[in-house]
Nanobody, 125 residues
């Protein structure tokens, strides 16, 4: 099970840190990703660790503003978001894949085996 938390309301330019905690399994070797979704749109990949030891990849919209980290000992992945914009408003999901993922599939939602329930981020003045 994946549990995402940390969402909330923030003004433009503000920051939030999302957490994704896994329970019931150890995700040391898993690919872990953050996605986001707004009504009527497909889930969009935001960041991804291709495996347990990889550095994160970021979408173009996240580069330079978002930083993802993982603590395998705590079975937790984080997404630190700074410089938030109204267009970052979305429900953010974490996802896990039980094996390594290649770059071409990181942003494909169907590539992942487990999903958290989502946490809402609202950026508004």
């Amino acid at each position: 099970q994946l549990q995402a938390s940390g969402g909330g309301s923030v003004q433009p330019g503000g920051s939030l840190r999302l957490s994704c905690a896994a329970s019931g399994f150890s995700f040391d070797d898993y690919a872990i990703a953050w996605f986001r979704q707004t009504p009527g749109k497909k889930r969009e990949g935001v960041s991804c660790f291709s495996d347990g030891n990889a550095l994160p990849y970021y979408s173009d919209s996240a580069k330079g503003r978002f930083t993802s980290s993982r603590d395998n000992a705590k079975n937790t992945v984080y997404l630190q978001m700074s410089g938030l914009k109204p267009e970052d408003t979305a429900v953010y999901y974490c996802a896990a894949r039980t094996r390594r993922i290649i770059v071409q599939y990181m942003g494909v939602a169907d590539s992942y085996d487990y999903w958290g329930q989502g946490t809402l981020v609202t950026v508004s003045s």
